[in-house]
């Protein structure tokens, strides 16, 4: 009996994928027995996770972007913070970046802006809620203040985009999905997941640090994927924008991109450096040849400034940029 | 050539129309940046009209014949002015979505700002979930919250005075003073 259950289930739940609405009605209107009425309520179950897919309220969004933000620390060997030469990088690099965010399409979120330690990654990352990190070793390949701007615009617009918020939204939903299995193991984070799928979806990650693990480490385990390529290029997109708008030149940052080593690679999903980069190329000449006077570009006007002397002590740069890597 | 005529040309041939920016005289901006300043003139040090806030219209009246990088505009009181192309967009600046009361409301820049959801440290959930992870991760919350502190020191007042130096765009304006401004336009 139980073995016939789990085939039902198996088959209920897996149908459940491509049309669940679809096979409950169904399996109502055959009313073929009590096993028949377990499944359905195993997908009843299911389709209530869909409840899931909304948008989190920006305190679930600090909540998930502090603690994403603790693991990105942790994974870079921690921030450069040790006296006031490293400070005072972290100073620049925010001051860098607030002035794109403050321009950008969430202008009043709460920005910082951090460097780790890790001199062996070409690396960005972001977290929701405005929290943005790069690597001491991505700091040693850049050039010019416009290509730590271009670096800064690209993470700015995924946490703009809400691509790494998506991302969560799909694990609540896939968690919930498996809470409701015929085996699934009964967690805290599971039956707060169910109920949140009969309210309006939305989690209080803060009010459960069991719960915030479990969704945390899960959509940091989704990272490993890397972005999607539709995903990529519409932050470079806004990247550009976010370059144009405060007067930086774009070129600089497709020069950086250049440089890199990464051409999908591990990341199978993202766009090659040379697809970036010519949709950069081709963003700006639109915007050059615009006829619309609020569109128009005058790219005499764009600069590519020099770094400050706050940014001697990431050290001398290295020939090779290595592997580009983002997440969100 | 009528516009509808060109549309359909640039559209058979596959050329991306952006319909985005298109702006005719007397229609309706936002300003998408923190303190947009309305100057008198359009020079970066005229005097300032007004300073408006993301998410606020003003009413578009053409590029400047003589530096298209300042856009005549009337600001929302009715004062006539100039402001820096990039302030200004066709667009909103995003809505953000708060929870309150039970409910869920997704609210303006300057809502945003004066509800409070705005003032965002560490949360303390996440302050809570990287203690009790120790090691590298309690190290990690000290330090965020280290560098929260250093990122709230740099105000419009740093930014201006660095987009100064660097030769940027006046986009970001150092406070919401109106009339002269200090020497050196801060």
């Known amino acids: 009996m139980r073995s016939r259950m789990g085939v039902l289930v198996a088959a209920g739940l897996g149908l459940c994928l491509t049309s669940c609405a679809q096979v409950t009605k169904t399996l109502k209107a055959a009313n073929l027995g009590s096993d028949v009425d377990k499944v359905v309520a195993a997908t009843e179950k299911v389709q209530s996770c869909d409840k899931l897919k909304v948008e ?76 943005v990190f ?31 918020l998506n991302q969560y939204v799909s694990v609540k939903v896939s968690k919930c999905k498996l809470a409701t299995g015929a085996t699934a193991i009964a967690s805290i984070g599971a039956s707060m997941l169910l109920d949140a799928s009969q309210l309006d979806g939305r989690l209080d990650l803060d009010a459960n640090t069991g ?118 | 050539m009528r516009r509808w005529t060109w549309g359909i040309l640039l559209l058979a041939l596959g050329v991306p129309v952006t319909a985005a920016w298109a702006v005719k005289k007397d229609e309706k901006l936002y300003v998408k ?79 945003f700002v004066s509800s409070g959801a705005a003032v965002k440290a560490l949360s303390p959930g996440a302050e809570k979930y990287g203690n009790e992870k120790g090691g590298d991760y309690k190290v990690a919350v000290a330090q965020i919250k280290t560098l929260e502190g250093l990122a709230l020191k740099v105000t419009p007042v740093e930014i201006d005075k660095h987009v100064k130096q660097a030769g940027l765009f006046p986009v970001v304006a150092p406070n919401t003073k109106l009339g002269t401004q200090a020497k050196g336009g801060k």
């Open chain 1, 56 to 131: 989190p309220a920006i305190q679930e969004e600090y909540a998930l972007g502090s603690a994403l933000a603790i693991h990105w620390a942790q994974r870079g060997g921690g921030l450069m913070l040790a006296g006031p030469a490293e400070q005072g990088l972290n100073t620049y690099v925010n001051t860098v970046g607030r002035n794109l965010a403050m321009q950008s399409p969430r202008p009043e979120l709460r920005w910082t802006f951090g460097v780790l330690k890790d001199a062996e990654h070409f690396n960005a990352l972001s977290a929701p809620a405005g929290y």
């Open chain 1, 134 to 164: 790069v690597t001491r070793g991505l700091l040693q390949g850049v050039d010019n203040e416009a290509q730590l701007a271009g670096v800064l615009a690209h993470e700015i617009a995924h946490v703009v985009l809400k691509h790494a």
């Open chain 1, 211 to 328: 719960l915030m693990g479990e969704m945390v480490e899960g959509t940091v385990e989704a990272f490993g994927k890397g972005n999607r390529r539709d995903e990529e290029l519409a932050a470079d997109a806004l990247a550009v924008e976010l370059l144009l708008s405060a007067g930086y030149d774009p070129g600089a940052y497709s020069l950086l991109l250049g440089k890199t080593t990464g051409d999908g690679g591990l990341w199978a999903n993202h766009p090659s450096k040379k697809d970036r980069q010519a949709q950069i190329d081709r963003l700006v000449q639109e915007r050059r040849e615009a006829t619309d006077p609020l569109a128009r570009v005058d790219v005499a006007s764009l600069q590519r400034p020099a770094l400050p002397a706050a940014f001697a002590i990431v050290g001398p740069g290295k020939k090779s940029t290595g592997v580009a890597k983002d997440a969100k």
């Open chain 2, 33 to 111: 940046a923190r303190n947009t300043r309305v100057l008198k003139s359009a020079v970066p040090t005229a005097d300032v009209v007004a300073v408006l806030q993301p998410g606020q219209q003003v009413t578009w009246k053409g590029a400047d014949p003589k530096n298209a990088q300042w856009h005549q505009v009337t600001e929302p009181g009715g004062k006539p002015g100039y402001v820096f192309q990039t302030n200004l967009s066709t667009k909103p600046p995003n809505m953000e979505l708060v929870a309150k009361d039970g409910k869920t409301r997704a609210i303006d820049p300057a809502a």
